[in-house]
């Protein structure tokens, strides 16, 4: 390191975007990423700091700084940036994030990434507000609901604006229960059969809450647009978390599903106000869609012949072919954007490898299930013989809701005997939803480099005492 050249600003400058090589700096290091850019799994944003320092974008994006990223940094070093240089630390961005409940799993602190605990999930049908998981992209907006203002713009550009007050004043209320469900949930699991990049989720950035709010297709039929125009094809939501360049959080869905029963604008979580982690004061709840979609402090609706140009939309939540590999070009437009949900099925409790007594004789086990597209689930079964043979499980579901209409989860509860002469053994779940789709053995099949929508039979592994 002591031999690396030293390099002032601006020669660093000099390798900018446009240039052959594309030089960044972090903290006292200077590197040249040319060969890194198109492997980049936040894909183009990279070249926000090209011929100048990532220091300011990874203080709002703080899961670059892990060792492991730190290490493919440290793999493009080709000198020392002159002392007088260096960055002054950044002001932290997330000093005014809200306080969270101490039981939540905490997967990145900055943005605050957590999953419920899987010890306590199964106990409540709808989800306590506090221990719904969170999936933040951004520092918290702190926003004024007296301030807030939703606008809504048409086709040619004209907008109307709404406080949260007439919102809630003008049109009709609904209440639904409704899942959010991270599409990298149980990405960890996938890393086992085959590593993948992303934040390490386990099985729970999954929550089940009712949602109060207003439905969509009301408020844009009040716009003046009409919902069955042939030319709409698209809803797109902005939030108003936005990253260093003034860019908002995006999203959009099929206008098919966006002029549906059960799309809402929200501001009631479990009948109060939509806590800030979850999207205070409003949020679009996308019933049957991947989280990603259900835009959270949402500031304005769009309606448009194409999908957002949001790198969440765009660059980001589609799963590629098993195969295309870590470090291949990511050609996102030749793979559709997560939208629906497959379906899913995990075991809650007991832990893995928790230790039971042979004496016992029987396993309690609880864990919940649930489908994209309001597919109703129609059974869940456990093996403990590596799936020879299965039993059912006692279900709990909303009544109100049919299994063509079912957007909340279905819990489970069921318990198995031990099996004889062994010392450890697996419990393996799995569903089958309304359409009689069912999940994959394995992860061989849906492996894909970002880890998404991963729902392969879930094992846990048991070890017997004697
Ligand atoms: C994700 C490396 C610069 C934005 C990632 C990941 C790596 C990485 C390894 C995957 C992390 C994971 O496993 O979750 C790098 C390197 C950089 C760089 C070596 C050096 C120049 C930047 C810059 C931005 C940025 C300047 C600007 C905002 C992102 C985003 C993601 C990401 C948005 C996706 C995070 C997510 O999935 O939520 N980067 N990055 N990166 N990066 Fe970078
Ligand atoms: N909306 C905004 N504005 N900003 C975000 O970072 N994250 C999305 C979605 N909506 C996000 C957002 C993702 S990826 C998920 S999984 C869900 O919110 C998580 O919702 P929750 O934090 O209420 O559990
Ligand atoms: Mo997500």
Redesign the pocket.
């Known amino acids: 390191l002591e031999n690396l050249p030293m390099y002032a600003q601006e020669e660093v400058k000099k390798h900018g975007k446009d240039a052959d090589r594309i030089w960044?700096t972090?903290k006292d290091g200077v590197?040249d990423?040319t060969d890194?850019i198109s492997m980049?799994?936040?894909?183009d944003?990279?070249l926000?700091?090209a011929g100048a320092a990532?220091d300011p974008?990874?203080a709002?994006?703080s899961?670059?700084k892990t060792a492991?990223?730190l290490e493919?940094?440290e793999g493009?070093r080709i000198g020392r940036l002159d002392v007088k240089d260096v960055p002054k630390a950044e002001p932290d961005a997330f000093s005014n994030d809200p306080e969270r409940h101490p039981a939540l799993l905490v997967r990145n602190a900055k943005p605050f990434n957590a999953e419920s605990p899987p010890s306590l999930l199964t106990d409540h049908f709808y989800t306590p507000n506090e221990l719904f998981f969170v999936r933040n992209?951004l520092p918290v907006p702190d926003i004024k609901t007296e301030d807030h203002r939703l606008t809504i713009e048409t086709l040619n550009g004209k907008t109307i604006d709404l406080s949260v007050d007439e919102l809630k004043k003008k049109y009709k209320s609904y209440t639904i229960g409704s899942v959010i469900q991270c599409a990298g949930n149980r990405r960890a699991d996938m890393n086992q059969y085959k590593k993948v990049?992303?934040?390490m989720w386990e099985g729970t950035a999954i929550s089940n809450a009712e949602w109060t709010g207003v439905r969509l297709r009301d408020i844009l039929a009040d716009a003046g647009i009409d919902v069955f125009d042939e030319k709409i094809k698209h809803v797109h939501f902005e939030g108003c978390d936005v990253?260093?360049t003034g860019t908002p959080y995006g999203a959009s869905i099929p206008m098919e599903k966006a002029r549906g029963n059960e799309v809402i604008v929200a501001y009631h979580m479990n009948g109060v106000d939509i806590p800030r982690d979850h999207g205070a004061p409003l949020r679009v709840i996308v019933p049957g869609n991947v989280g990603a979609r259900q835009v959270k402090w949402l500031r304005k609706i769009i309606v448009s012949e194409k999908e957002s140009d949001s790198?969440w939309q765009q660059k980001?939540y589609r799963a590629f072919s098993p195969a295309v590999n870590i470090g291949d070009e990511l050609k996102w437009d030749t793979v559709p954007s997560i939208q629906e949900y497959p379906v899913q099925c995990a075991i809650c409790t007991p832990a893995p490898n928790t230790k039971v007594d042979r004496d016992d004789g029987t396993v309690d086990i609880s864990g919940y299930a649930w489908s994209g597209g309001g597919r109703g689930i129609i059974r869940i079964e456990i093996s403990v013989d590596g799936g020879e043979t299965w039993s059912s499980c006692e279900m709990e579901q909303e009544e109100k809701q049919d299994k063509e209409h079912m957007y909340a989860w279905t819990l489970f509860r069921t318990e198995v005997k031990i099996p004889p002469g062994v010392k450890e053994f697996n419990i393996i779940a799995k569903a089958v939803d309304r359409s009689y789709n069912t999940q994959p053995e394995t992860a061989s099949g849906i492996w894909n480099v970002r880890g998404l929508i991963h729902n392969a039979w879930h094992r846990v592994p048991i070890i017997v005492k004697d």
């Open positions: 960044v972090y590197y990423v890194f980049h799994p936040g894909g944003k990279i926000l700091a990532v974008f990874w709002l994006y899961q670059h492991e990223v493919i940094l493009y992209h990049q992303g934040l990253d260093p790198h980001d």
